[in-house]
C-alpha cells in the first residue's frame, strides 16, 4: 500500500526534517501515527498525499508516486486535515459537485454516516458547528471507499457519543483492500482501534509494531507498591498505584494504554527498542 525509502525532506532554509526515512504499511490496517507538537506528522501525511516533496528518496502509495498528482492516484485517496475549509452550500450540494471525483462513492453509506452522526444533510455546511463540520467529512471520507483514507486529528471537535460512533463506523468499514492513516494526539479515543503503532520523534520513527507484539512484549497494569517498579519502562501515580509498563515477562497478556505505551516509548526508548528486537534509523 503505502512504502517509504530513504525518504528526505526539508522545509527552506531549515534544517532536514525526515533524513533516509524507512515505511512499509499495508492494507487491512489502521494505522496510527503518534507523536509530539512538531515531531513531523502532519509533513508525513502531506508527502504522502501528494501535498509536499520528497527532496529525495522513494515513495510510493499502490504504485503511483504521489508528487504526480495522477488523476486515479487522487480518486483512490481522500484526506481529512486537522484544519480545513468547507464550501457554502448544503451537504446534498456538497454530496452532487464532489462524490463524482470518486469512482467508488456510495450514497447510500454516506447517507447512513450521516443518519449514525444524527447530521441533517439540507444544512448548509458553513453555517455547522466544528465538531457537525468534522462529521460530515468524516462521512464522506468514508464513503468514497478510497483505499487510502488518511484522517489528521479526526476526534479533535467531537463530543464523547460522537467518538464512540467514529471507532464503530472506522473499524465497521476496513477491509482488506484499504488502509486508513490516523494522526492523532488523542490516543485515548483511539483505544482497540488502531493497529499497528508508529511513533514518531524528530522526524524519526522510534517505534513501529502491531497489538499482537506490543502485547507479547509489554506489561500494562497498576501496581500498588512502589518498590515492585524497578523494572518499569514507565509508571505514573494514579488514584489506584501506579500506572505501570514493564517487560512481560510471563507472557500474560494485558489490554494496551496507548497513552502509557507513548510515554514509555519516549522517555525509555532505548530499553523499548532492545525489547522489540528492532533496529530503527536515528539519524
Known sequence: MITIEQLNFHYKKKSPLFSD???????????????????????LLKLIAGLSYPKSGR??????????????F??????????????????????????????KFSA?????????????????????????KKKVLLSF?????????????????????????????????????KCYLISTHQVRDMINLIDPVIIL??????FNANIEEITSKLHFGVHFNERLLGDALYAERTPGGYLAVTPNLNGEETEVDLEVLFNAVVQNKARVQELFHRTLKTQ
Open 21 to 43: 526515512l524507512d515505511l512499509d504499511l499495508q492494507s487491512g490496517s489502521i494505522c496510527g501515527l503518534l507523536g509530539k507538537n512538531g515531531a513531523g506528522k502532519t509533513t
Open 59 to 72: 515513495l510510493t502509495v499502490n504504485g503511483y508516486n504521489p508528487a504526480d498528482r495522477k488523476p486515479a
Open 74 to 103: 487522487l480518486a483512490d485517496l481522500y484526506l481529512v486535515p486537522e484544519e480545513y475549509f468547507v464550501p457554502a452550500m448544503k451537504i446534498n450540494t456538497f454530496e452532487k459537485v464532489y462524490a463524482a471525483f470518486y469512482p
Open 108 to 132: 447510500a453509506q454516506f447517507d447512513s454516516y450521516l443518519n449514525e452522526f444524527e447530521i441533517d444533510r439540507s444544512k448548509r455546511m458553513h453555517k455547522l458547528s466544528y465538531g457537525q
Open 141 to 177: 471520507g468514508l464513503a468514497t471507499n478510497a483505499s487510502l483514507l488518511i484522517l489528521d486529528e479526526p476526534t479533535n471537535g467531537l463530543d464523547i457519543p460522537s467518538k464512540s460512533k467514529f471507532r464503530k463506523l472506522i473499524a465497521g468499514s476496513i477491509d482488506d483492500n
Open 201 to 206: 520523534e524528530d522526524g524519526k520513527i522510534i
